[in-house]
């Protein structure tokens, strides 16, 4: 599939685009397509979805199509790389374009595999950077195919393990790739179920469990643990299998391992950095599975707002049918938002008796005003309630409806009443703050420094609530000053975590980096929800830093003697702003602030 013709080492294209052009062309003229526009559209539509962009300069767009001839791999080479929006941000240097015909099953992912598994080699990565004709790629491979072939002597005991990363592209075919050539180059039989973009490969069968000496599962995600009951298992990041395949098989064979679902377990030494990184897991599957609802909700929003306008003292003035239908299916998608976080928080830690209890939460925060931070609290106690609940020792005749009645039931109950008694003390606090800015003098630096704090702190949660309802009262009353600094605050959040993403595109995950498109865009429109992803990903370097942003915006905003005749914020309520100039630079002070400061945050981090 890969050959002298489809090879060239010297890419000329300076963009993505004209790297994939280059290398459809190299396809074409090799006599591997049918029809080069429809596989460069195809190619397009995917890089659409996800960048194939690896890391340490590798990226390996594909596409499968019946305007390929045969399944055909072309490779390029560029001396300086072009930016891919790679996994690591660095510009990708080294092309593989792998065209699948239509009809073949999922050829395109089984080349991908074979050609990750390559890759994981240094020596291989090292020899490739050194290659400099067509004659060298073509030998590389064919003396790495040699050493696949060579055997191996046996070891006894059988491997599973199971893969997945929350994308399901790229780690989850490496960490199966490392897994598979480590355990061929030990003698260890091994057998990897991929959860991948394309779906689950490869599955574990009831018999390959029951045979297996232990079980390895390297994924960020959720996936089904209840089958690995009684065996011993070892959890760990996607990325460890790729950096210490040997460790784990042999870890495995020698039995170590916790087995799950164990009953009066004891716990490892180590048992805190295990819990850490659990959380981190579940909040993660939480954030993953809300981000396209955030998207979704804030961009129909936007738009209905944009092409709308805003009116002197009313706000947003949506009266187009049209545009108010659409600005309903934007705020719907928002309402599930909370409900969706939690529900999927609580699905990581207790599997599926997790969701019902979770959703209930969730909703229970919203409704109570508590914002993703309540939605967080009500994920995490409703995941670990349902998971006490889920091993209970019950008679055997109460075990098949244990799933669908009982846990859901007494879980739903207990969240229930632990909501109930936070959205109590959320109302009481919110008039209590309410109260003390009523206190305060209008139009002060010390105001702008509580209002900016307040509106960046939970985002749509009820502090931020209290004070954009202050600053909503004051226009009633004649004092717009509060709100002009209060219009800048809101905008800042969702401003700053996009231009952070660009700024530092290393320090993001590909999902955040495309999420930062659509923050940047909901903060023109003055949507502060447009944060609320990276907020709930990473909440100790991203609410200081847009709450340390905002606030200094809004003394900026403060100083200007900004004034905000509408009950809205963001650069959209521009034409009805007084000290339109200090508006402007209070909000691209205070955006840059907090991109820089999270970024700086996120490096000491690493």
């Known amino acids: 599939m890969l050959s002298k013709e489809f090879i060239k080492m010297n890419l000329s294209g300076k963009t993505k685009d004209e790297i994939l052009q280059e290398m459809v062309e190299i396809l074409d003229k090799g006599g591997a397509l049918n029809d080069k526009e429809e596989y460069l559209k195809v190619v397009r539509e995917r890089e659409a979805t996800s960048s194939t962009g690896l890391e340490e300069g590798i990226a390996i767009p594909h596409g499968k199509t019946k305007a390929v001839k045969k399944a055909t791999i072309a490779f390029g080479k560029s001396k300086n790389g072009v930016d891919f929006n790679s996994l690591d941000g660095e510009n990708s240097r080294f092309f593989f374009?792998?065209?699948?015909?239509?009809?073949?099953?999922?050829?395109?992912?089984?080349?991908?595999?074979?050609?990750?598994?390559?890759?994981?080699?240094?020596?291989?990565?090292?020899?490739?950077?050194?290659?400099?004709?067509?004659?060298?790629?073509?030998?590389?491979?064919?003396?790495?195919?040699?050493?696949?072939?060579?055997?191996?002597?046996?070891?006894?005991?059988?491997?599973?393990?199971?893969?997945?990363?929350?994308?399901g592209i790229a780690h989850t075919y490496m960490a199966a790739d490392s897994l598979i050539n480590k355990a061929t180059e030990l003698g260890v039989d091994i057998k990897v179920e991929t959860n991948g973009s394309v779906g689950v490969k490869n599955e574990l069968t009831a018999e390959d469990i029951k045979k297996a000496t232990g079980v390895i599962v390297a994924a960020d995600k959720t996936i089904d643990m209840d089958r690995f009951a009684g065996k011993r298992v070892i959890q760990v990041p996607v990325k460890e299998a790729i950096r210490i395949p040997q460790e784990l098989i042999e870890k495995t064979l020698r039995g170590e391992g916790e087995i799950y679902q164990a009953s009066n377990s004891k716990v490892t030494k180590d048992f805190s950095k295990k819990e850490k990184t659990g959380l981190y897991k579940h909040l993660m599957n939480g954030v993953s599975n809300m981000l396209p609802l955030v998207v979704c909700g804030g961009v129909l929003i936007a738009l209905s707002i944009a092409l709308s306008g805003i009116k002197v003292g009313a706000g947003a003035d949506v009266t187009n049918p049209f545009l108010k239908a659409m600005m309903d299916l934007g705020a719907t998608a928002f309402g599930l938002m909370i409900p969706v976080l939690s529900g999927y928080i609580a699905m990581s830690i207790a599997d599926r008796p997790g969701l019902a209890p979770g959703l209930v939460g969730g909703a229970l925060a919203n409704s109570a005003g508590a914002g993703f931070l309540g939605?967080?609290?009500?994920?995490?106690?409703?995941?670990?309630?349902?998971?006490?609940?889920?091993?209970?020792?019950?008679?055997?005749?109460?075990?098949?409806?244990?799933?669908?009645?009982?846990?859901?039931?007494?879980?739903?109950?207990?969240?229930?009443?632990?909501?109930?008694?936070?959205?109590?003390?959320?109302?009481?606090?919110?008039?209590?703050?309410?109260?003390?800015?009523?206190?305060?003098?209008?139009?002060?630096?010390?105001?702008?420094?509580?209002?900016?704090?307040?509106?960046?702190?939970?985002?749509?949660?009820?502090?931020?609530?209290?004070?954009?309802?202050?600053?909503?009262?004051?226009?009633?009353?004649?004092?717009?000053?509060?709100?002009?600094?209060?219009?800048?605050?809101?905008?800042?959040?969702?401003?700053?975590?996009?231009?952070?993403?660009?700024?530092?595109?290393?320090?993001?995950?590909?999902?955040?980096?495309?999420?930062g498109k659509a923050a940047f865009a909901m903060g023109l429109i003055g949507i502060t929800e447009g944060a609320i992803p990276f907020a709930a990903a990473d909440p100790l370097r991203v609410i200081p830093s847009i709450m340390t942003g905002s606030a200094i915006g809004a003394v900026i905003a403060a100083i200007g003697k900004v004034t905000d005749h509408a009950p809205h914020g963001g650069p959209i309520v521009l034409p009805v702003v007084d000290n339109k100039l200090m508006f402007i630079l209070a909000i691209v002070v205070g955006s840059l602030i907090a991109a820089i400061m999270v970024n700086i945050l996120k490096k000491m981090k690493k």
């Open 375 to 515: 939605g967080m609290v009500a994920g995490f106690a409703a995941g670990y309630i349902a998971k006490w609940v889920k091993n209970w020792n019950v008679p055997d005749g109460l075990r098949p409806i244990m799933p669908i009645f009982v846990i859901p039931l007494v879980s739903t109950g207990l969240v229930g009443v632990l909501m109930f008694f936070i959205s109590s003390p959320i109302s009481g606090f919110m008039n209590s703050l309410t109260n003390i800015l009523k206190g305060m003098e209008a139009g002060s630096i010390f105001l702008a420094l509580i209002l900016g704090l307040m509106i960046s702190f939970d985002m749509g949660g009820p502090i931020n609530k209290v004070a954009f309802l202050f600053g909503s009262a004051m226009i009633t009353q004649g004092v717009p000053e509060v709100m002009g600094p209060i219009a800048v605050a809101i905008c800042i959040p969702p401003i700053g975590m996009g231009l952070a993403t660009m700024i530092g595109p290393k320090n993001f995950e590909v999902t955040e980096r495309e999420a």
């Open 97 to 167: 374009m792998i065209a699948a015909p239509e009809g073949t099953t999922d050829a395109h992912i089984e080349m991908l595999s074979k050609i990750t598994n390559k890759l994981l080699n240094d020596e291989f990565k090292e020899r490739l950077e050194k290659a400099e004709t067509a004659e060298d790629i073509i030998t590389l491979f064919n003396e790495e195919n040699k050493k696949d072939n060579s055997k191996v002597e046996k070891k006894e005991g059988l491997v599973i393990a199971v893969t997945a990363c929350p994308v």
